[in-house]
């Protein structure tokens, strides 16, 4: 058996726009996911988020199946629009009230809570004003900060600001595949900046509400493999998208500065945008990092036609193909286990010392699986997925990694995007039309792991 540390956490994650529905209800106000899927063409089949799971009203039952799998962490996240309908000014009391009983729950389950701030649902009055792009955010988001250490940091000790800086800044306003669907290479480079600002100054503001509280920022991260290591165009590529996913922010959250390679070939788009002590800000201390992590990217020789994975690397100016090979997930993903291990492994040989612990805050896959006529879900893949995943990250911390903890993305099948309800990420099923649950065969897997704190080879 392949065992963990003792004070090892096993959880899984969810968001609130993903899962809540309630779109409507008790004062919410929009948020640009809204505005997003309410426009045609943006979300598979038209999907939008109106009831989702309806989480906001099932939320003590989904506890109740948390408890069952023995979850000792729940990562979940505050719907900004919920507390705050405009995003600044007026509260929504009754949101507050629902994050007050959804933690509560949560607590008297055994489980700790690990809550992020923004996870991609902008209230859409802030948006009006600018959004991530304007300097305007930064006020907005410290005050937001400030009243949700104030609320509930007397239950929830660990906070994470922002999920995932890199989508909010490039598919949000790079490609503009995600909310508020923004296509401007500057804009997208702002935006970035503008998140690794923000992070710093909610961290700031919430420790000056409550010194005991635990926060750090959360990443998706990628390894990215060339083909040919001769190649010096492959080589230089990867370095290059390397730094503008990965070491832009490691750099930025651990040494307070960005990239040589990122300022020499993007200045112009990004200087602008930073202020002075803007990166001194921005090194603030960090209790953990946060790692969210799917698969790696292939660096390849350039191909003629049509390449759906050519349209990042194309808006960085470079001419590659980072088409995936091998078995892919249904996602289109391809699987890479070892990966998780490796970025791990690397940035605590990198860092030393000054890496924060780390928790892996997602991982997961889609596979279109579904309730059998015996009423379970044979999900094997996904425990192999699962297991080959958490195999790496036992290797990682064999070699001196300090990983402390595991959050499976996702507890439930949830609304993914604009992918809407197609992809289904859950150990749990989600019946969309009846909003029934079914604990899928890698939830009573994951089961026996919690409880084994390790897996059998």
Not at 9 to 37: H, K, L, M, V
Not at 43 to 61: P, R
Not at 208 to 231: E, K, T
Not at 368 to 376: A, K, M, P
Request: glycine content about 8%; proline content about 4%; aromatic content about 12%.
């Amino acid at each position: 058996m392949a065992t963990f540390p003792k004070e090892f956490i096993w959880g899984a994650a969810t968001s609130a726009f993903q899962i809540e529905g309630a779109a409507n209800s008790d004062g919410r106000g929009p948020s640009i996911w809204d505005t997003f899927c309410n426009t045609p063409g943006k979300v598979a089949n038209g999907d939008t988020g109106d009831l989702a799971n309806d989480h906001y009203n099932l939320f003590k039952d989904d506890i109740n199946l948390m408890k069952d799998l023995g979850l000792q962490g729940y990562r979940f996240s505050f719907s900004w629009s919920r507390m705050f309908p405009e995003g600044t000014g007026r509260r929504e009391e009754r949101g507050f009230d629902f994050y007050d009983r959804l933690i509560d729950e949560v607590l008297a389950a055994g489980i700790e809570p690990i809550a992020t701030l923004y996870h991609w649902d902008l209230p859409q009055s802030l948006q009006d004003n600018g959004g991530w792009s304007s300097r305007q955010i930064l006020r907005s988001f410290k005050d937001y900060s400030v009243a949700i250490a104030e609320r509930f940091g007397d239950r929830v000790k660990k906070f994470t600001p922002i999920n995932e800086p890199w989508v909010v800044a490039w598919l949000g306003h790079g490609i503009g595949i995600h909310a508020p669907g923004i296509t401007d290479r500057k804009t997208a480079w702002s935006v970035a900046h503008h998140t690794v600002v923000a992070h710093a100054l909610s961290a700031q503001a919430m420790r000056s509400v409550r010194s005991d509280l635990l926060i750090g920022p959360v990443l998706n991260q990628a390894n990215y493999v060339v083909d040919d290591h001769n190649d010096s165009n492959q080589v230089q590529a990867a370095q290059m998208l390397d730094a503008i996913q990965n070491r832009f922010w490691m750099d930025a959250f651990l040494n307070g500065k960005y990239p040589e390679i990122v300022i020499k070939e993007f200045g112009q788009e990004l200087l602008p945008a930073i202020k002075d002590g803007d990166l001194e800000l921005a090194s603030v201390k960090n209790d953990f990092i946060g790692i969210n992590y799917y698969f790696d990217n292939r660096v390849g020789a350039p191909i003629d036609g049509e390449n759906p994975w050519h349209t990042l690397s194309s808006h960085y100016g470079l001419n590659i193909d980072e088409t995936p090979q091998g078995e892919l997930t249904d996602m289109g993903w391809p699987l890479n286990p070892q990966g998780l291990g490796n970025i791990c492994h690397r940035w605590h040989k990198e860092f030393g010392e000054k890496l924060p612990p780390i928790f892996i805050t997602e991982n997961g896959v889609a596979y279109d699986d579904d309730v059998n006529s015996q009423g379970t879900v044979n999900d094997l893949r996904r425990i192999e997925y699962i297991k080959s995943h958490l195999l790496s990250v036992a290797s990682a911390i064999e070699k001196g990694a300090p990983i402390k903890g595991y959050y499976h993305w996702s507890l439930m099948d949830n609304f993914e995007w604009a992918l809407g309800y197609e992809k289904r990420f859950g150990i749990v099923h989600v019946d969309f039309k009846t909003q029934k649950r079914t604990l899928k065969d890698s939830a009573l897997w994951y089961k026996k792991v919690i409880a084994n704190n390790g897996i059998e080879l």
